[in-house]
Nanobody, 121 residues
Framework: QVQLVDSGGGLVQPGGSLRLSCAASGFIFANYAMSWYRQAPGKERELVAAISAGSIRTKYGDSVKGRFIISRDNTKKTVDLQMNSLKPEDTAVYYC??????????????WGQGTQVTVSS
């Protein structure tokens, strides 16, 4: 049974940092690309970052490039998102998502439950 469990969200001040983690089970984690998406109220869900199965390739949304770093540990079966220099517009529910890497990241139908990140003074 495929399961993705997101954690690490919380309240942080602008300019601060936060680290999210997604714990995977029920599939061969090392064979899949992984990603983080986010959705703010009233907005469409958007790709934040993606990483290939072997960590050779990464992709970032324009709004987070240079501030966020995606990483994975195929032994622990986790994928993390290190978020630095946080801005109020980063406030959203963050979700991990499984996928494959073709020409770029292609997500499938497995998502974590989401974790709330609020950036506010």
């Amino acid at each position: 049974q495929v399961q993705l469990v997101d954690s690490g969200g919380g309240l942080v001040q602008p300019g601060g940092s936060l680290r999210l983690s997604c714990a995977a089970s029920g599939f061969i984690f090392a064979n899949y690309a992984m990603s983080w998406y986010r959705q703010a109220p009233g907005k469409e869900r958007e790709l934040v970052a993606a990483i290939s199965a072997g960590s050779i390739r990464t992709k970032y949304g324009d709004s987070v490039k240079g501030r966020f770093i995606i990483s994975r540990d195929n032994t622990k079966k986790t994928v993390d998102l290190q978020m630095n220099s946080l801005k109020p517009e980063d406030t959203a529910v963050y979700y991990c998502r499984r996928g494959r890497w073709g020409d770029w990241f292609q997500g499938d139908n497995y998502w974590g439950q989401g974790t709330q990140v609020t950036v506010s003074s």
